[in-house]
C-alpha cells in the first residue's frame, strides 16, 4: 500500500522565493498534518484538517504560511516570503477519524533548505 | 512547562543492555499514548501505542504511570540496530491532534 507521499523531497531556494510543499494523505485517511521539525525546537504541528477542513492552524508560524486541503488526497503547504528561518524539514502526516484511532503515519518529509 | 517532555540523551549502551526512557505530558485528560522511532534524515514511524495496563511487543514493552502522568519505553537486549530517536506522542485536547516530545536519542555500541 502506498503510504504519505510527498514533494519535492529537497528544496533549495532563495530568500523572497514562494515555496510550495504537496501532501498525498494515505488512501481512505481523513485527517492530514503539516509538521515541521528543527534541530532547536524538535517536530511542530502546523496545521491539521479533518474532512478537508481545517480545524487548528494555531501552529502556523505567521501570516507567510497558508495551507490548503482543496479534496481528500491533496493538501499544499505554501510559504510565501520564504526566509532562511523557514529551513526545516516539513512533514505530512495522515489519519484515520474512524473508531477513535489516533495514529499518524508521516511521509518521508520535504528538506527545505532557505538561502 | 512543555506539554509533553523527553530527556533528550544521548543514551550510549553496549549491545544486550536494558534501556528505559521516560515521557511525562501535563494534559491529564489524555487518553491516547504513542512511541515513535525516528532514524536519522527519516520520518518517524510508529512503533507501539501505549495501553492502560502496558503492553509488550518482543523486546519492547511500554506503561503507562496516569497517576504522575508518564509513559514509559523499556527495550532489553539492545541492538544496534535499535540507535535511533524515540518521540513519545500524546494526544491533545482536541480530536486526533498529537502533541510529540522532543525526541531521547538512543545509540547503541558493539
Known amino acids: 500500500d502506498a503510504g504519505v507521499i510527498q514533494s519535492p523531497r529537497h528544496e533549495v531556494t532563495e530568500m523572497g522565493q514562494e515555496v510550495t510543499l504537496r501532501c498525498k494523505p494515505i488512501?481512505?485517511?481523513?485527517?492530514l498534518f503539516w509538521y515541521r521539525q528543527t534541530m532547536m525546537r524538535g517536530l511542530e504541528l502546523l496545521i491539521y484538517f479533518n474532512n478537508n477542513v481545517p480545524i487548528d492552524d494555531s501552529g502556523m508560524p505567521e501570516d507567510r504560511f497558508s495551507a490548503k486541503m482543496p479534496n481528500a488526497s491533496f493538501s499544499t503547504l505554501k510559504i510565501q516570503p520564504s526566509e532562511p528561518r523557514d529551513s526545516a524539514v516539513y512533514f505530512c502526516?495522515?489519519?484515520?477519524?474512524?473508531?477513535?484511532?489516533?495514529?499518524?503515519?508521516f511521509g518521508p518529509g520535504t528538506r527545505l533548505l532557505v538561502l | 512547562r512543555k506539554e509533553v517532555e523527553q530527556d533528550p540523551g544521548p543514551f550510549n549502551v553496549p549491545e544486550g543492555a536494558t534501556v528505559a526512557f521516560n515521557c511525562t505530558y501535563s494534559n491529564s485528560a489524555s487518553q491516547s499514548f504513542f512511541w515513535y522511532r525516528q532514524d536519522c534524515r527519516k520520518e518517524p514511524k510508529l512503533l507501539m501505542s501505549v495501553y492502560s495496563s502496558g503492553n509488550e511487543d518482543g523486546r519492547f514493552t511500554a506503561q503507562l504511570n496516569r497517576a504522575s502522568q508518564y509513559i514509559s519505553l523499556l527495550i532489553r537486549d539492545s541492538k544496534l540496530s535499535d540507535s535511533a530517536t524515540y518521540l513519545c506522542a500524546v494526544n491533545g485536547n482536541a480530536g486526533n491532534m498529537l502533541t510529540f516530545g522532543g525526541g531521547t536519542r538512543l545509540m547503541v555500541k558493539p
Open positions: 502526516a495522515s489519519s484515520s477519524l474512524s473508531g477513535g484511532e489516533e495514529t499518524q503515519y
Open positions: 488512501s481512505g485517511h481523513n485527517s
